[in-house]
Antibody, heavy 120, light 106 residues
Framework: QLQLQESGPGLVKPSETLSLTCTVS??????????WGWIRQPPGKGLEWIAS???????YYNSSLRSRVTISVDTSKNQFSLKLRSVTAADTAVYFC????????????WGQGTLVTVSS | YELTQTPSVSVSPGQTASITCSGD??????ASWYQQKPGQSPVVVIY???KRPSGIPERFSGTNSGNTATLTISGTQAMDEADYYC??????????FGGGTKLTVL
């Protein structure tokens, strides 16, 4: 059974960089059938896609966040990562990592999510 | 690109719930639907417009045509009470989520 697990600091100061890693277990991240993505959800609000990456390193970004986001993949560790720069309180959210079908775009496996709070 | 969902829908147990998602030429994109219960991660209930993942009850069905995708829950049960999100995808739009619909079963 594929599992995804987010990890990283739960508290980030304003103007600093939010860094999260997603570790994939029970399957390989190296598949042409899937991308690997990050989605966030501010408290009490809806889902917002942030970015996705293929195992080969092709990247896809939400245009509204593109200038502040970097997504990367480490196939040797079966992990992919997110960096969000210059954070503000508006970036406070539960951050989910998920597997995405490269053919039809849906997310079929999700991590449990990790709450990241931006506060001094 | 934006997807619009009605914020809330109410349905009586055993009745049919319809949740809609509107976007420009949405029928030309792939639509999927997610169910999210409080404190949990989203679960895909419909993908590729009409397909159900294994383990999702047959009472969940989907359509996508023109500017509207629809999630239909037939014989709604109390356990179906949740937030539902639509999502569109194509090679140019990439990924967009709708604002979500809170389904109340009462």
């Amino acid at each position: 059974q594929l599992q995804l697990q987010e990890s990283g600091p739960g508290l980030v100061k304003p103007s600093e960089t939010l860094s999260l890693t997603c570790t994939v277990s029970g399957g390989s991240i190296s598949s042409t059938s899937y991308y690997w993505g990050w989605i966030r959800q501010p408290p009490g609000k809806g889902l917002e896609w942030i970015a996705s990456i293929s195992y080969g390193g092709s990247t896809y970004y939400n245009s509204s966040l593109r200038s502040r986001v970097t997504i990367s993949v480490d196939t040797s560790k079966n992990q992919f990562s997110l960096k969000l720069r210059s954070v503000t309180a508006a970036d406070t959210a539960v951050y989910f990592c998920a597997r995405q079908s490269s053919s039809y775009g849906f997310f079929d496996y999700w991590g449990q999510g990790t709450l990241v709070t931006v506060s001094s | 690109y934006e997807l619009t969902q009605t914020p809330s829908v109410s349905v009586s147990p055993g009745q049919t719930a319809s949740i809609t998602c509107s976007g420009d030429k949405l029928g030309n994109k792939y639509a999927s639907w997610y169910q999210q219960k409080p404190g949990q991660s989203p679960v895909v209930v419909i993908y590729q417009d009409t397909k159900r993942p294994s383990g999702i009850p047959e009472r969940f069905s989907g359509t996508n045509s023109g500017n509207t995708a629809t999630l239909t829950i037939s014989g709604t049960q109390a356990m179906d009470e949740a937030d539902y999100y639509c999502q569109a995808w194509d090679s140019s739009t990439l990924v967009v989520f709708g604002g979500g619909t809170k389904l109340t079963v009462l």
